[in-house]
């Protein structure tokens, strides 16, 4: 006769075993079904750089960007020559309108890192627009920016940074890891440390609340000023 007792043992070690491999192939599937919606979603985002985002954002920042760019006047006069802009970011053409006349771009850059391919003193002016919320090392950036720039090159820049507000930055905080993953942006960046340690003259900024409202007002806090290499 059959040990009733070492049969259902063994069934059970049999059905346990089943089970994990059930439990195993399940995790596998989950993590499978996880990894292509993200990639999915990723492809239904649009690049934060494209055309529609930048006119939006362009819009949405009208006053803004020609109160930054009109120190660009001044500047010009004080200089007395044409004025060769680089262009770094989302502003893009959008820009183009609001410089002084007898100003020539000699480029537009989408991504921050890309400066490294631009020669030492060779531009008046940068003007930079949501860069050092996106590049790995905005310290970096800021070198690179002062390496381009002409002795007393002017640096313009509109960037999304840090609230001061501690709700928006608590916000901030918990959605940070996501706006990274999807557009690379990061929400709970103190930008303007980087600027402040750049070795700049007539550094002169301010933080302000941009107009845009509901979800995207985590987006609002922008630092905008102007600084001037030595």
């Known amino acids: ?20 491999g059930f439990i195993i192939l399940g995790c596998i599937a ?12 990723r492809l239904c985002i649009p690049p934060v750089m494209d ?12 006053a803004v960007r020609r109160k930054l760019l009109s120190n660009l006047k001044d500047f010009q ?12 970011g989302v502003g893009g053409c959008g820009d183009f309108i609001y410089l002084p006349k007898g100003t020539r771009v000699i480029g537009v ?14 531009v008046d002016t940068v003007v930079s627009t949501l860069v050092m919320c996106k590049v790995r090392d905005p310290t970096d950036y800021v070198r690179e920016v002062k390496r381009v720039l002409k002795p007393g090159g002017m640096f313009c820049y509109m960037e999304n940074v840090q609230s001061r507000e501690r709700k928006t930055r608590i916000v901030q905080n918990l959605l940070s890891p996501l706006s990274i993953f999807f557009v690379s942006y990061r929400l709970t960046r103190q930008t303007w440390r980087y600027v402040d ?8 900024y301010s933080i ?11 987006f609002s806090p922008h ?6 290499k030595r």
């Open 77 to 88: 006069a004080k200089t007395a020559r044409e004025l060769t802009v680089l262009e770094v």
């Open 1 to 20: 006769m059959y040990d009733l007792s070492l049969v259902v043992a063994v069934l059970a070690q049999s059905w346990q075993a089943k089970l994990q």
């Open 223 to 228: 630092l905008v000023g102007y600084a001037v």
């Open 51 to 62: 055309d529609s985002f930048c006119n939006w954002y362009n819009g949405k920042m009208v």
């Open 109 to 122: 850059l989408e991504n921050g890192e890309d400066l490294k391919k631009v020669s030492n003193n060779s």
């Open 30 to 41: 989950v993590v499978v079904v996880v990894v292509n919606v993200v990639k999915l979603l």
């Open 197 to 204: 340690v750049g070795g700049f003259d007539l550094l002169e």
């Open 208 to 218: 302000i609340r941009a107009p845009l409202k509901r979800c995207l007002s985590i």
